[in-house]
């Protein structure tokens, strides 16, 4: 119905779907804009800050309360940027307040838990208060800020926001400020000469008052620094003054102090490098992505054919058209090398977006970004895709088959790597996904003429890719041949490496000691006690740990369940490998690179530097050592076991195999030819470890997709994944019947499930797992509804309180 009466629709911080719709006042009706944050009542007492979505005449059929305020002169997202937020909530099945969580830094949102304080400028005069305004000055006077919660218990009574609105409307008292807007610039206090002053008429006014050799000294050396500003406090200090010395200037008029708002991503002024030269093949790969037609190309070169040097080439082009370029890297704090490379090509023009740096430096990133200043090239990890760019010209997502480009948990749980490909059209940018190992999907893409191809065969400088081993352990094992986790020959290989005066990497992908204590009596192994899942020993802290939960206890030589002592150590992980192989090489510098290793802050980078200088000999890592790393001196990889990477059980298994294995291999020889890898492993004639060995992607790629194919997988068949939880497992059982049962009546035979997940619990919850496989042919909004609704069902059945099910839309 159509109405005098202007609504907005807001969209609040929480995981429900529905629109939430609030009346505008006279007051707010010129500044409310889309894309601008409110305030807004939540129930009884909450106050939430929300986001303008859309402002309309039409009446709900439910009583609106107002907006308390319009917290933005103007919008901070704009509406293509609502578009895409509306497009990434339909996509992934989640709310629009979930997409907003993942795309703000912290310090625009509000807290729920929003404060009260007495409105500066009011004037106290009580005597035209009501009683209960009155109770709530007084409370205020005494303890400064209240919640709304408190000033309910105050009044004793349940509805208190029409007085505070009230009170709001008459000054007399507002929302902390602080919550209206946490983004506080760094403020740093600077002296200047008075502007009506130059040299000689300074000195002569301070001649002119009594004589105080301090504030001569003071203003002399002040004058002889600069004739600007300085920051008063670095000046103080690096002269020896004490900062009171600067009063009597200041009140003779002479100097001023005064606060400047200074950013606080602090750089040195950076000019940037000229760009290297490129070989005929990266020339040709430039040429080809400058003049493709397609939205979307892939590069696909193989390790260390120079890709990183292609993509700074293409950025220039787009910068110098003053065009703005997100460049997305799978983890950013492993990025530190391409951080120094793209700084050392473009100086100052590049900024980071990272979750490290605290919630000011992120919000001043962001309005940066917002008002194309100063960064117009920004790397960042995935949710840089939410950045609030107004001239993108170009995204470049290297490492594009990394599954970190996918957020697990919470929702949204989208692929950041496919919004870059939707932002492509929606933004009309360039695209760019890089890789020496390109995703499934994203060659399915290709070969279907979706995205371009330029391709890198060569390394650059022309170096050989490494020689791959494959060393069959079982074997070995047989005929005792192993020295602990290793071979003869892995051995012998990283001897003559050292030897030569190169450095090893090596590879265990697993984390901790050994994975789990056994009894060798009973065969009883210690579990979490929320999870379904064996503790991990750590060594270092003598514990073992839950690596889902976080739960640890402290670790015994006496079993739980038998009481004997005849526990023993199963499996091994990369400290296991660190332990033993010090044991070979006494003399040489071992090092050990995991999150137990870089959890605290520089320790990465610590390592990193030590191995670049040749202070660490050997290097033991998880997949972190697999990650773009360019190092000139690796004469060897070692992979110390494949086979569990191959027997995970996933579809994605082999893919991921494959590309794990190539990676790390990359980091092979990357400036000299003859270099080595060798993969140990109890499947020597696996199929993937033999394209592996032959660096054949095109076969493996083949293979895999006929195999994806018949299966009905990804990237022929679209997955949606639901995990139903509760406290309860009969609960968690009914309920994913219920689900399953009713989603066949629609999705029929493309229902699978409902099934234990490999652990049936997790966190305190018992969960069973619906798999949902859908030709690319059907409609999905259209499934999408439907699916949405059989859940919607499922959560509000009375039988079922407590229920929570996991929509995963595209599971990786
Ligand atoms: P990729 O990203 O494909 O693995 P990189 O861009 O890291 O490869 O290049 C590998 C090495 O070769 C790097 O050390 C890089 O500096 C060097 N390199 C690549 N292209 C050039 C070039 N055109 N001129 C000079 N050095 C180059
Ligand atoms: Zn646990």
């Known amino acids: 119905m159509f109405s005098e009466i202007t609504y907005v629709d807001v969209i609040l911080p929480l995981p429900l779907q529905q629109k939430f719709t609030y009346q505008l006042d006279s007051g707010h009706l010129n500044k409310a804009q889309q894309g601008c944050r409110v305030a807004v009542p939540f129930g009884r007492t909450k106050i939430y800050a929300g986001i303008i979505d859309s402002i309309h005449h039409d009446t709900p059929d439910y009583e609106t309360k107002f907006v308390l305020d319009v917290l933005d002169e103007s919008p901070i997202v704009s509406k293509k940027h609502m578009d895409l937020w509306h497009w990434i909530a339909e996509y992934y099945m989640c709310s629009l307040g979930e997409v907003m969580n993942a795309a703000l830094p912290s310090s625009f949102k509000l807290a729920n838990e929003t404060y009260i304080v007495l409105h500066p400028e009011w004037n106290q005069d009580t005597s035209k208060l009501t009683d209960a305004e009155f109770l709530i000055t007084e409370a205020l006077q005494l303890q400064k800020r209240l919640k709304i919660q408190e000033i309910a218990q105050i009044l004793q009574r349940k509805i208190v926001l029409p007085f505070i609105k009230k009170m709001q409307e008459f000054n007399i008292v507002q929302i902390e400020d602080e919550v209206y807007e946490r983004f506080r610039p760094k403020i740093r206090k600077m002296m200047r000469l008075n502007p009506a002053l130059n040299f000689e008429s300074a000195l002569e006014r301070l001649k002119s008052h009594r004589r105080s050799p301090k504030q001569e000294e003071f203003l002399n050396k002040f004058l002889l620094e600069t004739s600007v500003e300085v920051p008063f406090h670095s000046f103080c200090k690096r002269q020896g003054f004490k900062t009171s010395y600067a009063k009597g200037l200041v009140e003779k008029e002479i100097v001023e102090l005064y606060e400047l708002e200074v950013n606080r991503i602090e750089q040195a002024q950076l000019q940037g490098a000229p760009l290297v030269d490129l070989n005929p093949e990266q020339e040709r790969a430039l040429t080809a992505l400058k003049t493709s037609e397609k939205k979307v190309n892939l590069l696909h070169g193989v390790t260390s054919s120079g890709k990183t040097e292609v993509y700074i080439h293409l950025i220039k082009k787009h910068i110098d058209f003053g065009k703005q370029v997100l460049f997305m890297v799978p983890e950013i704090a492993l990025t530190t090398q391409l951080v120094s490379r793209l700084k050392h090509a473009f100086g100052d023009k590049v900024g980071v977006y990272h979750s490290r740096f605290g ?38 997502v290297d490492e594009e088959h990394e599954n970190s480009f996918k957020q697990q948990d919470p929702a949204p749980r989208y692929q950041a790597r496919d919004v870059a490909v939707y932002m492509g059209h929606h933004f009309d940018c360039q695209v760019v996904l890089g890789t020496a190992t390109p995703s499934l999907e994203t060659a399915y893409n290709v070969n279907k003429g979706k995205y371009g191809l330029c391709s890198l065969k060569q390394r650059y400088g022309g170096f050989k890719l490494p020689k791959v081993h494959l060393v069959d352990i079982a074997h070995a094992y047989k005929r005792k041949r192993m020295n602990g986790h290793f071979s003869e020959a892995l051995l012998m290989a990283i001897e003559n490496t050292l030897e030569r005066g190169e450095q090893v990497l090596l590879f265990q992908n697993r984390r901790g000691f050994a994975p789990r204590q056994e009894c060798q009596s009973c065969g009883h192994v210690p579990q979490c006690k929320h999870c379904d899942v064996s503790l991990t020993y750590h060594m270092s802290t003598s514990r073992l740990r839950c690596h889902y939960c976080g739960y640890t206890e402290k670790n015994s030589n006496y079993c739980k369940a038998c009481n004997k002592q005849d526990v ?58 697999s990650k773009g790393l360019d190092f000139s001196s690796v004469g060897l990889v070692g992979v110390l076991s494949a086979d569990q990477m191959l027997n995970f059980p996933d579809f994605r298994a082999f893919e991921r195999s494959f590309q794990m294995l190539s990676q790390v291999s990359g980091r092979a020889g990357r400036k000299k030819s003859g270099s080595e890898v060798i993969i140990q492993t109890f499947q020597p004639d696996h199929e993937i470890l033999k394209f592996v060995k032959n660096h054949n992607y095109p076969d493996m790629l083949k293979g895999q997709l006929i195999e994806r194919q018949g299966f009905r997988y990804p990237p022929y068949y679209k997955l949606i994944h639901l995990s139903v939880r509760h406290r309860n497992r009969r609960v968690t059982e009914q309920a994913s019947s219920f689900l399953a049962k009713s989603l066949r009546t629609v999705f029929e035979h493309r229902v699978l499930g409902p099934e234990y997940p490999a652990f049936e619990r997790l966190k305190g919850y018992y969960q069973k797992q619906i798999l949902l496989k859908l030709e690319r042919t059907l409609s999905y909004p259209d499934s999408k509804e439907k699916l949405r609704r059989f859940v919607n069902a499922a959560l509000s059945h009375e039988n079922f309180k407590g229920l929570r099910v996991r929509i995963d839309v595209d599971p990786q």
């Open 568 to 625: 023993k150590l199963k499996g091994f992980g990369t400290e296991k490998i660190e332990d033993e192989l010090q044991g070979f090489f006494p003399n040489r510098v071992i090092r050990r690179m995991d999150l137990d290793t870089t959890r605290k802050k520089d320790s990465y980078e610590n390592l990193l530097n030590a191995f670049e200088d040749q202070e660490i000999d050997i290097l033991v890592g998880t997949q972190m050592i």
């Open 359 to 396: 919630m000011h430096e992120r919000a001043e990133l962001w309005r940066d970004v917002k008002n194309n200043i100063r960064f117009p090239i920004v790397i960042g990890a995935r949710s840089s895709v939410f950045l609030p760019f107004q001239d993108l010209g170009l995204i470049i």
